[in-house]
């Protein structure tokens, strides 16, 4: 790429990029560094923080009833993104395949119900599957049950609002993965012999794959952290380390345990962003 | 582009079952709204406000004499505005810069970039919760503005940069050969070229920030915005005026995005 | 410039070395040097440009042509090294405050403005008055023939229509200077041409001083005044089109103007200015000063010069075996090889006769058909006086 002269452009470079810097450093590094510190202190008998170094909260994390909360996290998590991924594969593809059209329209249809607060959809799902609701109205209309059945208030009930939540993220980008794809190339599979099958599994699905990578990633990891959806749904039978943190910050009042719980969370983040990139994955792809 | 639209007759076969399966897609993802539309009509008058009892457009005329609940959309349309100006300009200023010059500590802008939009929402309202207390921010609509410009300026960045990686740096060039000074050149060439990068990437700042809940719920202080309203009255069960409100936004919204989607596409076949 | 040699310049070169010679210089390089890192692309540049002459940077890509043009027209600044127009400074000024315009390689022309908003854009910035610029606009549309285009869009134009409004967009500011950057680059080889003649005759007819960047050596030959010849970041020589033709000075302007046949020699003799030199296979003669006995060279003969015998033949001359004849329409090249196996190009135009292939000639040339050049190219430029029409520097480093 060729510069601009580069003498005289000291002046417009740093008013260009001082405002990201500064936003960066201080409403991301900073507050980062600061909940890592947190993550070492302690609590007074006033709930108050003290500057003191300590690895007491993440040894109380190491106890069974919390590491029942992260397997559960990562329980609903892993369904959550499967369940994403199964559905929405075939999904992106039969838009895909629409003429340019239909898919536009398609295409916007999968994103209009983003334009309703997600609190009142996944509110909407709660008063759906409630025992009044009118799931469970037609049921007993239709003699299926006599007395309600208790849909909420489970893990399958949490999975299914992570699920609604998180859909759009997973189709996104495997619509952009399937539309890339070169028509020609399925083309050079059949002509080579490959059937259908076999031209998916060694044709379609390595040359999408960077789409259900991104799809993976940007459903897996909200999931641990939408902490209302398994509030509302899972009526706090179902913690996950989202509902932990928010409580440490907010009913608890443990700032420290919160940030340590945090910090955690940001390792299993990374982690998982580092399994990404092995894997062959872009970060711009989850922009 | 190339489109996987299939265009042997042969092979086109009237997909019935994928037809079927995308109906039912479409069906579970729009569900909860029909629900949220429905309850809005509903003219049960008792909390949870369960069951349905019959129809009525009362909620709507009932929903403006709820001071809270109009208090609560105007804060929540006052963040949007503001935080979306603010990480539109510093966004704009940032993807511009980023695509015209090389420069140390790039590159830790870039990754620094991705940490918003990677990690959860919690650890970003949390982290920024903590910082306001420890400097003593009073939350409240300063720092809610503040946190949602933080999450939204890389989407900005994002939306823009993929527009700007078409953009050739030789157009302002040629505008200051012909003798347009840098701001005559960023005020005639840049600025109106990147424009339509500009508009879907602060249409995007703004979906995001009216629909913010989590990041939201730790720093606002005692300001409600409408999400956290929909929240605080989840427990006791929503009134059907937060659903009358609901439907009004998603009309509106869907209606600005459609001008503005077809207003862009426009501009594009231009250029 | 006078208009009716047009393009018989060729010929007329001792009629335009007068012409030149009262030439005002424009813009002066001196000493320029551009460094990206470690990487030089120019390097002790030293060059004048005369006002109203049709200067051609040629060389391939790499050369630093391209990152001369931009430093001239302000994109780039000089590591070092002095440059001035009408004996003013231009380094320190910013491209929108020179009086140079560009054609850039990719036009440039604004997606979102009309023609005729690209035309006036330079027009505008100078604030001169609406009712002002609608009159010259359509003037410069004329002059690049494309009357009433003004309100269309650039994707609305053919690549050779969107080549002239680049142009037109430039002249319409009468600019000091004109730089293209590869105007021509993106045309089919017919509009190319067509092109070629267009600008040329625009050049004269506004006498504006056009500065043009190619690596067409074709392109570079029929339109220009003078050429620079590029190599690495070097200025390898300097001098109208018949002079870089007719007498390169290094190996490199030999083989990359045209096609030329390189021997490789030692000089046996040295007369006036004549050489005599010592081939493995024989020995001939040659035109050249400055040279030392022993002293290794290179002899460029080009393949048009090139003549043949038959084998009983008694000048001095190299054996050589026919290998093929080549086709390319009105003319034939016939390629034979000396018993040291590197091929001889011989050119003739269709109809003239040609050895016939596997028949054993003997090859020789008019000492004055042979160019003889020193084969320490590094050392070169400080060897050789300049002969040509006093543009060319001492480019010794």
């Known amino acids: 790429m060729m510069t601009l002269n580069d003498k005289k452009q000291k002046m417009p470079m740093l008013t260009m990029l001082s405002p990201i810097t500064s936003m960066l450093i201080f409403l991301v590094v900073i507050p980062l560094i600061y909940v890592l510190v947190l993550s070492f202190c302690k609590t007074n008998e006033y709930y108050q923080v003290m500057f003191t170094f300590s690895f007491d909260n993440y040894k109380n994390l190491l106890s069974p009833s919390y590491f029942q909360v992260y397997m559960n996290s990562i329980v609903i998590a892993a369904i959550t993104t499967v369940i994403c991924i199964v559905l929405g594969y075939p999904f992106a593809y039969y838009i895909v395949k629409q003429p340019p059209k239909i898919r536009t329209i398609l295409y916007m249809l999968v994103i209009i119900p983003f334009w309703t607060n997600s609190l009142i959809r996944i509110y909407g799902w709660k008063s759906f599957l409630g025992a009044s609701g009118l799931l469970n109205n037609l049921f007993v209309w239709l003699g299926i049950t006599h007395k309600p059945l208790e849909l909420l208030f489970n893990r399958g009930a949490v999975v299914l609002g992570m699920t609604y939540t998180l859909f759009p993220f997973m189709v996104l980008p495997l619509y952009t993965a399937i539309e890339k794809l070169d028509l020609t190339l399925i083309e050079a599979s059949y002509d080579l012999g490959a059937r259908k099958v076999n031209t998916f599994l060694h044709v379609i699905l390595p040359l999408t794959s960077s789409g259900i990578f991104a799809g993976a990633i940007m459903v897996f990891i909200p999931t641990l952290g939408f902490f209302f959806v398994s509030d509302i749904l899972g009526g706090g039978k179902s913690d996950m380390i989202g509902n932990l943190i928010e409580r440490q910050f907010g009913s608890a009042n443990n700032w420290p345990l919160g940030s340590a719980l945090s910090i955690i969370l940001i390792l299993l983040t990374l982690i998982m962003v580092r399994l990404y990139t092995k894997a062959g994955g872009k970060l711009e792809d989850l922009g | ?271 | 410039m006078n208009d009716q040699h047009d393009f018989l310049f060729f010929k007329f070169s001792n009629v335009r070395r007068m012409i030149m010679s009262e030439k005002e210089v424009l813009v002066k390089l001196r000493g320029i040097n551009k460094q990206y890192g470690t990487n030089q692309v120019v390097k002790d540049l030293n060059l004048d440009i005369y006002k109203g002459e049709f200067l051609t940077l040629l060389g391939p890509s790499g050369c630093g042509k391209t990152t001369t043009l931009r430093m001239i027209a302000g994109f780039e600044t000089p590591s070092s090294g002095e440059m001035t127009i009408n004996g003013e400074d231009l380094i320190n000024k910013e491209p929108f405050d020179r009086n140079i315009n560009t054609v850039f390689q990719s036009y440039a022309l604004f997606p979102h403005m009309s023609i005729y908003d690209n035309i006036a854009f330079g027009l505008k910035m100078k604030n001169m008055k609406k009712a002002d610029i609608k009159p010259k606009v359509e003037e410069i549309l004329e002059l690049v023939q494309l009357t009433g285009f003004g309100g269309r869009f650039p994707h609305q134009l053919s690549g050779g229509q969107r080549q002239r409004i680049a142009i037109a967009r430039a002249l319409v500011n009468n600019p000091q200077v004109l730089l293209l950057d590869e105007p021509l680059g993106a045309l089919d080889l017919k509009l190319r041409k067509q092109m070629q003649v267009e600008l040329k005759r625009m050049q004269k007819k506004l006498g504006i001083t056009f500065v043009y960047v190619t690596h067409d050596q074709e392109e570079a030959l029929t339109m220009s005044d003078r050429i620079v010849v590029m190599n690495s970041g070097y200025l390898e020589q300097l001098g109208t089109p018949d002079e870089i033709y007719e007498k390169p000075r290094t190996k490199f302007v030999a083989t990359f103007i045209g096609e030329t046949n390189l021997f490789e020699a030692t000089i046996a003799q040295v007369d006036e200015d004549e050489v005599l030199l010592n081939f493995e296979t024989g020995c001939m003669r040659g035109l050249g000063k400055d040279f030392e006995l022993d002293e290794i060279v290179y002899a460029s003969v080009r393949p048009e010069k090139m003549n043949f015998g038959s084998s009983n033949f008694y000048k001095p001359s190299m054996p050589a075996v026919v290998k093929e004849h080549i086709y390319i329409g009105s003319i034939v090249k016939c390629i034979a090889m000396l018993p040291n196996g590197q091929e001889v190009k011989i050119q003739r135009l269709s109809g003239e006769p040609l050895p016939k292939p596997n028949e054993v000639i003997n090859l020789y040339w008019e000492p004055e058909d042979a160019t003889i050049m020193h084969s320490r190219e590094d050392t070169l430029f400080s060897l050789i006086e300049n002969v040509n029409l006093g543009g060319a520097y001492d480019d010794s480093k």
């Open chain 2, 1 to 271: 582009m190339i489109f996987m639209h299939n265009t042997r007759p042969d092979r086109t076969r009237p997909h019935l079952i994928g037809t079927l399966f995308a109906c039912s897609i479409y069906l579970f993802l729009f569900l909860p709204i029909f629900v949220v539309i429905l309850n809005s009509f509903n003219a049960n008058k008792t909390k949870p406000y369960a069951t349905f009892k019959g129809f009525t457009f009362e909620w709507y005329i009932k929903l403006f004499d709820n001071p809270a609940l109009l208090s609560s959309f105007g804060n929540t349309l006052l963040v949007a505005f503001a935080s979306t100006v603010l990480s539109v300009l510093i966004g704009t200023l940032a993807a511009v810069g980023m695509h015209r010059y090389k420069f140390k500590g790039k590159s830790a802008i870039d990754a620094l970039l991705y940490i918003p939009v990677v990690i959860p929402e919690i650890i970003l309202g949390i982290s920024l919760l903590s910082v306001f207390a420890w400097v003593s921010i009073p939350r409240g609509l300063i720092t809610l503005i503040l946190s949602h410009v933080a999450f939204s300026t890389p989407f900005v960045i994002f939306t823009l940069r993929a527009r700007l990686s078409g953009y050739d740096l030789t157009f302002e060039e040629a505008a200051m050969d012909l003798g347009a000074n840098r701001i005559k050149t960023f005020a005639y060439v840049t600025l109106p070229l990147i424009l339509p990068g500009i508009l879907s990437g602060g249409l995007l700042a703004f979906t995001l920030s009216i629909d913010d809940v989590i990041i939201s719920y730790f720093v606002n202080g005692t300001v409600k915005t409408f999400p956290l309203k929909v929240m605080e009255s989840i427990k006791s069960g929503v009134a059907p005026d937060v659903n009358a409100l609901s439907t009004l936004i998603l009309l509106g919204t869907t209606g600005i995005v459609l001008l503005t989607q077809s207003g862009l596409f426009k501009s594009e076949a231009k250029s």
